[in-house]
Nanobody, 121 residues
Framework: QVQLVESGGGSVQAGGSLTLSCATS????????MGWFRQAPGKERDGVAA????????YYAGSVKDRFTISRDTAKNTVYLQMNSLKPEDTAMYYC??????????????WGQGTQVTVSS
């Protein structure tokens, strides 16, 4: 059974940085992608970043490209999302997901419980 546990969310002022972590268990990194998604109140869940195996690399939403970096430490079974130059519009619940494709949330079957990120102006 796959388990995903996010941490690292919090409140920060615009321009600040946060690093989210997603500790995984039961997930085989050799298949498909792991991704970070976010959902603001009243809005749909959107893909933020994904890291994929088989040489497929990393993928970012246009709104976070050059500000966010997704990475993976296979020894620690953890995926990270480094977020720099945060903006108020980055405020959302952030979710880690596994076993899907790229930035398409509907393709992911396993999800964490989420961690809140709040950016104040």
């Amino acid at each position: 059974q796959v388990q995903l546990v996010e941490s690292g969310g919090g409140s920060v002022q615009a321009g600040g940085s946060l690093t989210l972590s997603c500790a995984t268990s039961g997930y085989i990194y050799g298949s498909k992608c792991m991704g970070w998604f976010r959902q603001a109140p009243g809005k749909e869940r959107d893909g933020v970043a994904a890291i994929c195996t088989g040489g497929r690399g990393t993928y970012y939403a246009g709104s976070v490209k050059d500000r966010f970096t997704i990475s993976r430490d296979t020894a620690k079974n953890t995926v990270y999302l480094q977020m720099n130059s945060l903006k108020p519009e980055d405020t959302a619940m952030y979710y880690c997901a596994a076993g899907g494709w790229f930035l398409a949330p509907a393709t992911y079957n396993d999800w964490g419980q989420g961690t809140q990120v709040t950016v104040s102006s």
